[in-house]
């Protein structure tokens, strides 16, 4: 199976301890990796965790607080020092970040052999901001403090596969097989049409990983992460603080478990975790009650997409 | 003896390694610290180092490339996130640094508890830019390819010492002995002038740190660092990359032990590694043909300064 993983470098908040880094993730897909926000030291943690650069062309960050995007100027930086790299690097970002970020570019980077390619993303409903042959990720919008978004990250639908024994049934020539698997029919050499259905079974299901922080519940995305194989969701504070959580537009653990109930997702991974808490068993054991599928991030987790057994 | 001492957070370069943080200090003398340099992830290690920002009011950037600076606003959001502080946040940096570093504090901590107290060191000369009644700090302009200071943290020339004997002696009151401290002569009962000389001895002499990174060699200043107790010089490069040294104006570990020996620098104390080298071994090696009084910097070292004992 395709490689799809997503690792963590990162699942602290704002506040960085001895603990826990401030936010970064690596989602890893057929060889490339996209990384989810890039908070103050997350250059260190992709090189800790063996990650090189020359698989990196493409950067999300979720909001402008400085957890989340101040390691972002270190990273290119030091990118662009090794002088290794020609590629574009593309930076997805919620608008109000993008001139600051340009004032800072300018002044500690102003000469790279790679060019920089803002993306603004400013959308009120989920949009699509990347694409290629093989994945897909959509932006959209979280309730927070200021602007910002959660991502779904998607393999493309792949083709339909091909009955091995229809080949020889029919004779089916090489040069039809690609025409087929994209769902066309077949038609024998004595005129007679095959359907695509009874040449092909279904494409394999196509994974899905959501990352949402940092967030109040957001249950009107029930629908759009519905059975997503994955979901990291922000569970900033225990049950009895939610008056913090609500006042500071995040989760508690147990509202993250309910919501990826709701989504049926395969599997919820809690993170963003107060520096308030020494540990975040409470989080966990918590938010247990409400779901049994879920994992507690830490520095260095790595995730198999997709391969989690479902309970549902 | 009243605490001075120096202790690495980061003495790496320009790009951070598994061994190396970015560059940073902490100065601690008589319970206040003085923070030289701010690279990223310059908070994680005042924290891993048992530091308290409640005694850190002043902050010496020596110049506006980002590993020297760039942790800098993450280190300001978390104090201000604490909502512990109250007393003025000091911060020195080169005057090319300051618009950036405004624009990143307007945007990234706009709301703070404390006032932050940028002073912008702009000078051709040895400049006193930080002095209190018992410690100061002078600037001194380096050679590097943008602008870039120097640090030379001295105690105040203390009083000079009453002779316990002469109070007896002469019947000295309690009230004279601080002008007598001061350097003033005493007159006794029967109208006989004492002079000051007879009364006291010399002050301790103060203790001097110097801090010089990143730097071609700078002999110019043989004179005002003369007998500095310790010195942190730039050694980023190895004999035989003495070209390189000259072309990104940093110097070899040789040259920084042949300025240390010229000043009779107590001690030396290399840094500023660069990540091209595995090791520092070789630093220290060649280094030590030219001085003795050497050791390399180190993440989580701390020297008192002034009690190294002196081979000259």
Not at 87 to 113: C, G, R, S, W
Not at 136 to 147: G, N
Not at 282 to 309: C, D, K, V
């Amino acid at each position: 199976m395709v490689d799809f993983n997503v690792t963590i470098l990162g699942c602290g908040s704002a506040k960085p301890t001895l603990r826990h880094h401030t936010p970064s993730q690596i989602v890893s897909h057929m060889g490339k990796l996209y990384m989810i926000d890039c908070g103050e030291g997350t250059q260190m943690q992709f090189n800790k965790f063996k990650f090189h650069e020359s698989q990196l062309d493409n950067i999300f960050i979720s909001h402008s607080h400085g957890d989340h995007c101040l390691g972002l100027i270190g990273l290119l930086s030091t990118i662009s020092l090794d002088g290794h790299r020609f590629n574009e690097m593309n930076l997805y970002v919620p608008a109000d970040f993008e001139k600051i970020l340009k004032q800072q570019i300018d002044f500690f980077i102003p000469y790279t052999d790679f060019n920089i390619h803002i993306h603004t993303i400013d959308c009120q409903q989920p949009t699509l901001v990347l694409s290629d042959d093989h994945f897909k990720v959509t932006a959209f919008p979280l309730d927070h403090r200021v602007p910002c978004y959660g991502f779904l990250f998607e393999e493309q639908s792949g083709n339909r596969h091909i009955r091995q024994e229809c080949i020889k049934q029919y004779n089916i020539p090489f040069n039809e097989i690609k025409r087929i698997k994209e769902g066309g029919d077949f038609t024998t050499s004595d005129g007679r049409v095959i359907p695509n259905e009874e040449l092909t079974t279904p494409p394999s299901p196509v994974r899905r990983y959501a990352y949402l922080s940092d967030t109040q519940p957001m249950m009107q995305y029930a629908d759009l992460l519905r059975d997503v194989d994955l979901m990291y969701h922000d569970a900033t504070y225990c049950e009895g603080d939610e008056e913090l959580a609500y006042k500071y537009y995040h989760s508690t653990a147990s509202e993250a478990a309910e919501f990826a109930k709701a989504c049926r997702a395969g599997k919820l991974l809690l993170g963003h975790f107060s520096s308030r808490y020494g540990q975040e068993d409470r989080l966990l054991e918590q938010a247990s009650r409400h779901n049994p599928n879920i994992m507690l991030a830490n520095e260095g987790l790595t995730l198999n997409i997709g391969t989690q057994p479902r309970d549902h």
